[in-house]
């Protein structure tokens, strides 16, 4: 069975810009969770998603937000990039709306902002 | 409030040796569940293990043993015989009944020397 899949691989960003990760689940899995891993820091939860509706949001602005469609494939958007935003973003599925089911991750999306 | 800790940021070891990553945890929730990742350069987090409160005994999973200990509120991997493809970073989570996130350490990179 294929795992969580995430596009793009990389992306490169100025200033200002918006941007749009994309997710795939794995087969069966209802929840998604987006996590944003700074260099050398562990990662950070920003948003769960089940059943199209969010279930949680960490403590990041306003110009983060995410939705998940019908067929649980999720998308993180971020607004007016700002160099901080520079990281990798996971995206992880879970079976259940809660985060105490096991969340499997996929490769992640490296964004750059110059 | 959760917090995970893993002191050792870096840790270098020669192959064969064994070697302990070690994790403490804070939460003031009586169910709780805690997860190890690894995550090699290729970015993508790795599931290894789960443990939940309840569940104290350790495990051991080939080279890879577990030792849970709540008295001491800590979560030790221990890698056995160490292998050059042991190398890479790895995170320590929990998580508690209800809530949709998870929180990751540090991480602690493990460098296996041939």
């Known amino acids: 069975d294929a795992g969580v899949t995430q596009s793009p691989t990389h992306l490169i960003k100025t200033r200002g810009q918006h941007v749009t990760l994309r997710c795939s689940p794995i087969?069966?899995?209802?929840?998604v969770s987006w996590y944003q891993q700074v260099l050398g820091q562990g990662p950070q939860f920003i948003f769960q998603?089940?059943?199209?509706?969010?279930?949680g949001r960490g403590n990041f602005p306003d110009r983060f937000s995410a939705r998940q469609f019908p067929n649980y494939s999720s998308e993180l958007n971020v607004n007016a990039l700002l160099l901080g935003d520079s990281a990798l973003y996971l995206c992880?599925?879970?079976?259940?709306?809660?985060?105490?089911?096991?969340?499997?991750f996929g490769p992640g999306t490296r964004l750059t902002v110059l | 409030a959760q917090k995970v800790t893993q002191a050792q940021t870096e840790i270098s070891v020669v192959e064969k040796e064994d070697v302990t990553l070690d994790c403490v945890y804070e939460?003031?929730?009586?169910?709780?569940?805690l997860f190890w990742y690894k995550q090699p350069p290729s970015g993508e987090l790795v599931f290894l293990i789960r443990?939940?409160?309840?569940?104290?005994q350790n495990e051991i999973s080939g080279r890879y043993s577990w030792n849970f200990q709540k008295s001491t509120s800590s979560f030790n991997f221990t890698i056995t015989a160490s292998q050059v493809v042991d190398s890479a970073v790895y995170f320590c989570a929990l998580t508690t009944s209800g809530t949709y996130k998870y929180i990751f350490g540090t991480g602690t990179r493990l460098k296996v020397l041939a």
């Open positions: 939460t003031r929730d009586t169910t709780y569940y």
């Open positions: 998603y089940y059943e199209k509706e969010e279930r």
């Open positions: 087969s069966g899995h209802k929840s």
């Open positions: 992880a599925s879970s079976s259940l709306r809660t985060g105490t089911d096991t969340q499997y």
């Open positions: 443990r939940n409160s309840f569940d104290e």
